[in-house]
């Protein structure tokens, strides 16, 4: 590991040498184990499964649960993935999940060791064994499953569950485009990663692909903003932003993962309507804009479809909000060199942004293309540095000095925000656990007794400090929207570590 170390070199005067250097010099060899923290960034997703457990589930401390979810409306919703350190399966943060790491085995799967691959297959078909139940009865798409106040009010094992597995749906009269649009996102993509492999799953996938994304565009609208959606999505999930940037998102996946031209004439036709022009710099599971302009500039830098063209100036300028030394006004870094964004769970914007830049950079490097910032121009090794700067950040490289994955190196996150980490494993303690009588596993000061290999934390503030308390979910709390990126930047730099 390069000890981090702020004497050494400013962290903006670094980045001022990789800009001005046409070829990318590491200020010290790697020692980061890429590989170790890719075998447990996908292991952190069999700790959140939802449903009856696998014979080879490899995290053990955990049991079956939620194997009814769906009987209250009739129908079979068990499996998927529990977003984050409740038990409640918030259907759209999970569709986004499911769509990265899909994304992830797409576009650097071919760099994975073979085991691995493996494994970040197995975890995007959990999730979409799931999504395909969701889509499965005519008229309405099931997006939720768990009352998130009733959960979130107790502190138990996902095995002990006593709480109202409430379902929720859209139907033409109360729409969810952003819900359907990024299932159908996640089923196209998905479709990719079993395309040689499974190839009557893939068609099933694409299948469902087109008929959640014909349901999000016929039937227009916010999930929220029907009431009563609204009581068990907010304030958690709402759809913040709007729906239209989920259209856009579909259409463009339907189109790399089906090569029509329907779908091609459909982003042609209702871009700038669906705001391809507003040139947001955000991305995540709400917020597709920045994905968006990346997916979509594939086409034009490789395939020049001169009408995609606007896409390749929108993720340019995105890439230059990311490089301080542009004349763009650029995103917030910590004093150790962090991405930052206020609003809690940071690392998923670290994430997900260190994904979208050795996207970009693979784009751009197969089209010998680079991204003119005002200043400079900036090329694909100083995007793929920049992304190694926030990995390495991540694992170690910081002022803390600690990993904030759960189980890489020797220093990590002990008290995550996560009900099944912190309370007794079923196999230990097999005695149900009530709704209240966790709270004092909750307000212990002892580490979690069952460790979440791979999860990686919310992550320190804007002053770099993390102080590991379980209470403080903005920090504590790790999701799968946070891992799933990760899952493809753990990829390239297994086989690229330098």
């Known amino acids: 590991m390069c000890p981090y170390s702020p004497a050494f070199l400013p962290f903006h005067f670094l980045l001022l040498i990789l800009l001005s250097s046409s070829i990318f010099l590491p200020l010290c060899a790697s020692t980061h184990d890429y590989h170790d923290a890719l075998t447990k960034s996908i292991l952190f997703f069999e700790g959140q499964r939802s449903g009856r457990l696998p014979p080879d589930q490899r995290a053990t401390w955990r049991g079956d649960s939620a194997v009814s979810d769906g009987s209250q409306a009739g129908v079979d919703l068990e499996g998927g993935y529990y977003d984050a350190g409740d038990n409640v399966k918030f259907g759209f943060p999970l569709a986004f999940t499911t769509t990265m790491l899909a994304w992830g085995v797409v576009e650097f799967g071919e760099l994975m060791p073979p085991d691995e691959l493996r494994n970040a297959e197995v975890a995007v078909r959990w999730a979409t064994d799931y999504l395909l139940k969701t889509i499965a009865h005519p008229g309405l798409i099931f997006v939720q499953v768990g009352d998130p106040i009733n959960d979130h009010n107790c502190w138990e094992r996902p095995e002990d569950m006593d709480t109202a597995r409430t379902v929720y749906n859209v139907t033409a009269d109360r729409p969810g485009s952003e819900v359907a649009g990024e299932t159908a996102a996640a089923l196209a993509a998905a479709s990719m990663v079993f395309k040689e492999t499974d ?129 763009s006004s650029h995103i917030q870094y910590t004093p150790g060199g962090l991405i930052y964004k206020p609003g809690g769970s940071n690392m998923q914007h670290v994430t997900s942004i260190s994904f979208l830049l050795l996207a970009y950079a693979k784009y751009l490097s197969q089209s010998a293309m680079t991204v003119n910032c005002g200043n400079i121009t900036v090329g694909p090794t100083t995007l793929i540095s920049q992304a190694k700067m926030q990995v390495d950040y991540l694992l170690g490289d910081n002022p803390m000095n600690m990993s904030y994955m759960v189980g890489y190196g020797t220093r990590y996150p002990q008290r995550i925000h996560h009900r099944g980490s912190s309370l007794p494993s079923i196999s230990i303690h097999p005695q149900p656990i009530a709704c209240k009588d966790g709270s004092d596993y909750y307000t212990s000061p002892d580490p979690n007794p069952n460790p979440h290999i791979g999860a990686v934390v919310g992550g320190p503030g804007n002053d770099d400090v993390y102080k590991d308390d379980r209470a403080d979910f903005r920090t504590s709390e790790p999701t799968t929207y946070i891992n799933a990126p990760l899952v493809g930047v753990l990829g390239y730099f297994v086989a690229n570590p330098y």
């Open 199 to 327: 190839t009557e799953y893939a068609d099933m996938l694409m299948a469902g692909a087109r008929k959640a994304f014909d349901f999000a565009d016929t039937y227009k609208g916010a999930y929220s903003d029907d009431p009563g959606l609204k009581a068990g999505v907010c304030p958690f999930y709402c759809d913040f932003d709007g729906y239209q940037d989920e259209l856009l998102w579909g259409a463009a996946w339907l189109r790399r993962a089906s090569e029509e031209d329907n779908y091609l004439e459909y982003i042609q036709n209702n871009g700038k309507t669906l705001g391809a022009e507003e040139n947001i710099n955000e991305f995540g599971w709400d917020n597709k804009h920045a994905g968006i302009n990346v997916l979509i500039s594939k086409e034009f830098l490789e395939g020049q479809v001169l009408s995609l063209e606007s896409y390749k100036g929108s993720a340019d300028s995105f890439m230059c909000t990311l490089v301080p030394e542009s004349t």
